[in-house]
């Protein structure tokens, strides 16, 4: 009798549990559109085969995404968008979509490296996307572990669900603000405020509350470059 193949690939991946099995969860910039997506899905048909690749494109960006794919420039940077930040916040690989286009065209999955980006439009080649990556991948904290922040008023860099959610990926305990009465007038507070700067008035928070509250600005500069920046 002819195997059904379904069966014979159960059994092939039953008999092969050595074989490690490589997990692509696939988000696509919204600027790539339907040329993206197109090319996304006939990678995935064309490695279907596969048994050590699972390829998957998400249309979301959940903690499952493990690459996030840009549209190709020249300087190899993205725009500033909440997929950018949270890509990197999260330590993905954050790729040009030339690895969909290289990696089709190869009928296999091509080392990344080659086609990581460097950076955002605003900050240039930062680095910032490989130096996240690494860290994830050798279990170090995240970039501002052990900030404990109360979130000020309306944020505009971001609709507040995502900045939160990227406020926490990199660490951040966001306490809520029924505990601001508590809130120490030292300036070495181990509790910082934080604020969108282009919403309140800083000066007026830190005569209110006796601390200069930090920003949302300083947070996505300090993802942007990776790195913790002074906060003056």
């Not at 190869?106 to 130096?131: I, V």
């Not at 405020?193 to 919403?199: E, F, H, Q, S």
Request: hydrophobic share 40%.
């Amino acid at each position: 009798d002819v195997m059904d193949v379904k069966q014979w690939y159960q059994r092939r991946v039953r008999a092969t549990p050595e074989t490690p099995v490589k997990v692509v969860n696939v988000l696509l910039s919204g600027m790539l559109g339907k040329t993206g997506s197109k090319e996304a899905f006939q990678l995935r048909k064309s490695i279907r085969g596969s048994c050590s690749v699972q390829f998957r494109v998400l249309t979301q960006y959940t903690d499952a995404v493990t690459h996030l794919i840009f549209p190709h420039n020249t300087t190899m940077t993205c725009a500033r968008t909440a997929k950018y930040f949270r890509g990197v916040a999260g330590g993905k690989w954050v790729l040009s979509n030339q690895w969909l286009v290289q990696s089709l065209q190869n009928k296999e999955l091509l080392n990344e490296e080659p086609f990581e980006m460097q950076g955002d439009a605003e900050s240039g080649r930062t680095g910032a996307p490989r130096a996240a990556r690494l860290a994830r991948a050798m279990k170090q904290p995240p970039l501002l572990a052990g900030l404990s922040v109360h979130l000020l008023g309306d944020i505009k860099i971001l609709p507040k669900e995502h900045f939160s959610q990227l406020l926490e990926q990199i660490g951040v305990n966001i306490l809520p603000n029924s505990d601001l009465s508590q809130l120490s007038c030292r300036t070495q507070s181990p509790v910082q405020l934080l604020v969108d700067a282009d919403v309140m008035d800083v000066k007026q928070v830190r005569k209110t509350h006796g601390q200069k509250p930090l920003t949302a600005q300083w947070v996505m500069e300090c993802i942007a470059s990776y790195r913790v920046l002074p906060t003056d």
